[in-house]
């Protein structure tokens, strides 16, 4: 019998064996999606670019990854309000999602466009969210308050260190393709490895505990309009529009950063995948240093402590080239990013009441992702301008460019962290010295 205390002890105080067991068995299912996002999700970009795709391309394939994660997380929610078992649903989520890999490599192979792959995964990626706010609600009636930020920081940081793993191992294994000419084989090979992997997640999440769904007439009424039109009317609706802004300004050069890499600075796969998985461990490994810190502190003072630095991270990629340095900037932004990501949930999970949350959570996905979009595209838009117009300022590029770009406006949107309030009390911190873990 799986016995949840052999796997996380600090769960001991969950009175219900069943909640404990579920929350070990749902660490166990975000190793399995990790494999499956190192192996092949992680080289989605180099696969399109691989098959020929353009700088705005690869942004608007991130931005449409944003766009179709928040329409199926208002999708899912709405299954949940009429009923639909949110394991059920994680599980068919899961099913479609693994498929889909198999599916986007042999199609975009056969017709050899980058158009055709980008349109899969985003196709893959609805299906895979439609289980989204169902298993959010789902998880957070099972962790206590005063564990979340604890229990996700472990999560986290497995799920770091399993990605590390398979993006170093899918890595080297590209570069050993690339230098005996069948790149396109070792693309399959990961993309169904992915499947295969994926698929296990059903195993686990069948065997989980899922509670009923507390449901209130309330709750069934809340409509997007309502929700929209809140936003500045209320302290989490101006958390809402400062996260939005953040969004806006991160997600800007995340895909120019891959190309930048790849096409700019002619790095090999190997040194692409340490790189891009410094930042994606560093984000997972250094959570368990935030949880604590926001549990005690509170998430607003942690998301702005955190986000204040962030315009730092983007003009390392403005001024440094040596893919070794870029590492060290990677593992900085990771760090941060792992404060930003931990507090913002947190502090909705904090503001909303649990039979809200599945509609709220799709509602503020849905916002935030449209933010994501808008940073993706406008990002693409203008090196794709700057680069036709073969425009350039004291030496830098279109890209580098970009990157300045989203660095002045990440500072900007800093003064929007002053609109909106913690919603539960915490300590004060007296010196740096409380900031400590």
Same mark, same amino acid.
């Given at each position: 019998m799986f016995r949840a205390k052999h796997l996380l002890g600090f769960l001991e105080p969950v009175a219900d064996l069943q909640a404990r067991r579920t929350l070990a068995l749902s660490v166990l299912d975000g190793a399995i999606w990790a494999l499956m996002f190192g192996l092949a999700e992680n080289y989605l970009v180099p696969f399109v670019l691989f098959f020929g795709a353009t700088v705005f391309q690869v942004s608007l394939l991130q931005g449409l990854a944003q766009l179709t994660t928040g329409a199926s997380q208002l999708a899912g929610s709405v299954l949940v309000q009429r009923g639909a078992s949110r394991r059920r649903l994680a599980m068919g989520a899961v099913t479609?999602? &693994?498929?889909?890999?198999?599916?986007?490599? %042999? +199609?975009?192979? @056969?017709?050899? *466009?980058?158009?055709?792959? #980008?349109? $899969?995964?985003?196709?893959?990626?609805?299906?895979?969210?439609?289980?989204?706010?169902?298993?959010?609600?789902?998880?957070?009636?099972?962790?206590?308050?005063?564990?979340?930020?604890?229990?996700?920081?472990?999560?986290?940081?497995?799920?770091?260190?399993?990605?590390?793993?398979?993006?170093?191992?899918?890595?080297?294994?590209?570069?050993? &393709?690339?230098?005996?000419?069948?790149?396109? %084989? +070792?693309?399959? @090979?990961?993309? *169904?490895?992915?499947?295969? #992997?994926? $698929?296990?997640?059903?195993?686990?999440?069948?065997?989980?505990?899922?509670?009923?769904?507390?449901?209130?007439?309330?709750?069934?009424?809340?409509?997007?309009?309502?929700?929209?039109?809140?936003?500045?009317?209320?302290?989490?609706?101006?958390?809402?529009?400062?996260?939005?802004?953040?969004?806006?300004?991160?997600?800007?050069?995340?895909?120019?950063?891959?190309?930048?890499?790849?096409?700019?600075?002619?790095?090999?796969?190997?040194?692409?995948?340490?790189?891009?998985?410094?930042?994606?461990?560093?984000?997972?490994v250094f959570l368990p240093y935030w949880g604590p810190l926001a549990d005690r502190f509170g998430n607003r003072r942690i998301l702005l402590v955190s986000a204040a630095f962030l315009p730092l991270i983007a003009l390392g990629w403005v001024f440094i080239t040596d893919w070794r340095l870029l590492i060290v900037v990677q593992l900085l932004g990771g760090f941060l990013a792992g404060g930003v990501m931990l507090s913002a949930n947190n502090f909705v999970f904090d503001a909303i009441a649990p039979e809200h949350l599945p509609k709220t959570w799709a509602y503020y996905t849905v916002v935030t992702m449209l933010a994501s979009f808008a940073g993706s595209v406008v990002g693409g838009a203008v090196a794709e301008y700057l680069g036709n117009e073969k425009i350039s300022w004291w030496g830098m590029g279109p890209l580098p460019l970009v990157f300045l770009l989203t660095s002045l406006l990440r500072l900007l949107f800093l003064f929007l962290g002053r609109t909106f309030v913690e919603v539960r009390p915490v300590s004060h911190p007296q010196g740096w010295r409380s900031w400590l873990p």
């Open positions: 479609v999602q &693994a498929v889909m890999w198999v599916v986007t490599f %042999v +199609a975009t192979l @056969v017709t050899g *466009s980058a158009w055709v792959g #980008i349109g $899969l995964y985003c196709f893959g990626l609805f299906f895979a969210n439609l289980g989204g706010p169902g298993w959010v609600s789902w998880m957070t009636e099972l962790v206590p308050a005063d564990l979340r930020g604890h229990y996700w920081s472990y999560r986290n940081r497995l799920i770091g260190f399993v990605q590390l793993a398979a993006i170093l191992a899918a890595g080297w294994f590209l570069d050993l &393709a690339k230098g005996q000419h069948w790149e396109s %084989v +070792a693309y399959g @090979v990961l993309f *169904s490895v992915a499947t295969v #992997i994926r $698929l296990g997640s059903i195993v686990v999440l069948r065997i989980q505990h899922e509670p009923e769904l507390p449901r209130t007439e309330d709750s069934r009424q809340m409509t997007f309009f309502a929700f929209l039109r809140d936003l500045p009317r209320t302290n989490f609706g101006r958390f809402v529009l400062y996260y939005m802004a953040l969004n806006f300004a991160l997600v800007m050069i995340y895909p120019l950063m891959q190309v930048h890499l790849l096409k700019n600075l002619g790095v090999t796969y190997e040194q692409y995948s340490w790189v891009t998985m410094v930042f994606t461990v560093a984000t997972s």
